[in-house]
């Protein structure tokens, strides 16, 4: 049995009170648990906590209980540990592939949570590429139309077991491209599977000009560095020095459709493991690159704060990656 996050009851609720109870959320009568149904009239706008200041857009965030080793965060929770590093708004990512996570974490799961705080927490939505949708285009279209209009504002965290290039993922990122949806994805040995190089991500930025493509997770991180050789050094964190070349690099060059999530151990590994190069890196890839933590349990250590504070790059730099490129991003 899910625990009690990710199941919910059978309710039904007046629709007015959406517009009273900002934050009130809807669930049709027999509706099926939040890990495989769609969402039904959760509010898009029901801000009932004040904005706190700060100089940070976190880009990846969760709530839940992500792996069976975590506890449950609660939005509660993260807007606590939001207040005490000054982070002003937060993505919150579902996980929906069976591969990304211990626990199913739905949209509506998501949508639900944040609902009362959407003036610092953003709601993104995500379908498992493998998910029959009768209709073919018109389906997805319909499912993103939806997510969209209930406030989600991008698409991910895209982490199924598939090639990244699989052509059951592509047609996702060509619907979230027609609904402005940017796609933040994580690429590993397992998870959106690629070659040394990254030529399967090139071919998806290549072929969807249209869509926004925000890249995270060990493989993604590790080809930061020219020395990637094999598939299975895609998921490993490298602490070697990095050696001039790296795909990531020159993809972030080549494509305006590709930035980076500096999330995790992946995006603080990446850059702590040679300083040298990671602060020109910030400089040259200035406008490409999200502050993100992937802060999804109680009490977790976050390495992102004091890793980008050790690194010498201007204020109008650091601006860039702690805020205004997101909200460029984001429109917000």
Same mark, same amino acid.
Request: with cysteine; proline share 9%; hydrophobic share 40%.
């Given at each position: +049995?899910?625990? #009690?996050?990710?199941?919910?009851?059978r309710r039904?609720?007046?629709s007015?009170?959406?517009?009273t109870?900002? !934050?009130?959320?809807?669930?049709?009568?027999?509706?099926t648990?939040?890990?495989?149904?769609?969402? /039904?009239?959760?509010?898009?706008?029901?801000? *009932?906590?004040? %904005?706190?200041?700060?100089?940070f857009?976190?880009?990846?965030?969760?709530?839940?209980?992500t792996?069976? *080793?975590?506890?449950?965060?609660?939005?509660?929770n993260?807007?606590k540990w +939001?207040?005490?590093?000054d982070v002003a708004?937060?993505?919150?990512?579902? &996980?929906v592939? %069976?591969?990304s996570?211990?626990?199913p &974490?739905?949209?509506?799961?998501?949508?639900?949570?944040?609902?009362?705080?959407?003036?610092?927490?953003?709601?993104?939505?995500?379908? @498992? %590429?493998?998910?029959?949708?009768?209709?073919?285009?018109?389906?997805? @279209?319909d499912?993103?139309?939806?997510?969209?209009d209930?406030?989600?504002?991008g698409?991910g965290?895209h982490?199924?077991?598939l090639?990244?290039?699989?052509?059951?993922?592509?047609?996702l990122y060509a619907?979230?491209?027609?609904?402005k949806?940017?796609?933040?994805?994580h690429?590993?040995?397992?998870?959106?599977?690629d070659?040394?190089?990254?030529?399967? &991500?090139?071919?998806v930025l290549?072929?969807?000009?249209e869509?926004?493509?925000?890249?995270?997770?060990?493989?993604?991180?590790?080809?930061?560095?020219g020395?990637?050789?094999?598939?299975?050094e895609?998921?490993v964190y490298?602490?070697?020095r990095?050696?001039?070349?790296g795909?990531?690099?020159r993809?972030? !060059?080549?494509?305006p459709?590709?930035?980076a999530?500096?999330?995790a151990g992946s995006?603080a590994?990446?850059? /702590? #493991? @040679?300083?040298?190069f990671?602060?020109?890196?910030?400089?040259?890839?200035?406008?490409?690159l999200?502050f !993100?933590?992937d802060?999804?349990? %109680?009490?977790q250590?976050?390495?992102?704060?004091d890793?980008?504070?050790s690194? @010498?790059v201007?204020?109008?730099v650091r601006?860039?990656?702690?805020?205004?490129?997101a #909200?460029r991003?984001?429109?917000?």
């Amino acid at each position: +049995m899910l625990p #009690r996050h990710a199941r919910y009851s059978r309710r039904s609720f007046v629709s007015a009170a959406i517009a009273t109870a900002a !934050g009130a959320l809807a669930r049709p009568a027999g509706a099926t648990p939040a890990s495989s149904a769609a969402p /039904s009239t959760v509010p898009a706008t029901a801000p *009932t906590s004040r %904005p706190v200041g700060g100089p940070f857009v976190d880009f990846h965030t969760h709530v839940g209980q992500t792996w069976n *080793t975590t506890e449950d965060l609660s939005a509660a929770n993260l807007l606590k540990w +939001m207040d005490a590093h000054d982070v002003a708004r937060a993505v919150v990512l579902p &996980l929906v592939s %069976p591969e990304s996570s211990s626990f199913p &974490l739905s949209t509506r799961f998501v949508l639900e949570q944040v609902a009362a705080h959407r003036d610092r927490l953003i709601p993104f939505c995500c379908i @498992d %590429p493998r998910t029959t949708i009768n209709g073919g285009k018109k389906g997805v @279209d319909d499912m993103l139309a939806r997510y969209v209009d209930l406030g989600c504002r991008g698409f991910g965290e895209h982490k199924p077991g598939l090639p990244i290039d699989d052509p059951l993922s592509t047609r996702l990122y060509a619907a979230a491209g027609r609904h402005k949806l940017p796609v933040l994805f994580h690429l590993d040995a397992i998870r959106n599977t690629d070659k040394p190089g990254l030529p399967g &991500l090139e071919a998806v930025l290549k072929a969807h000009p249209e869509t926004t493509f925000v890249g995270h997770g060990p493989g993604f991180w590790a080809s930061i560095s020219g020395d990637v050789a094999t598939p299975a050094e895609l998921g490993v964190y490298s602490k070697k020095r990095v050696t001039p070349g790296g795909a990531l690099d020159r993809l972030l !060059g080549a494509y305006p459709n590709l930035y980076a999530d500096l999330s995790a151990g992946s995006g603080a590994g990446a850059l /702590s #493991r @040679d300083p040298a190069f990671a602060t020109a890196f910030l400089i040259r890839r200035q406008d490409r690159l999200l502050f !993100g933590t992937d802060y999804l349990a %109680p009490g977790q250590p976050v390495p992102q704060f004091d890793v980008l504070k050790s690194l @010498d790059v201007p204020d109008a730099v650091r601006a860039k990656v702690y805020r205004e490129n997101a #909200r460029r991003l984001l429109g917000l």
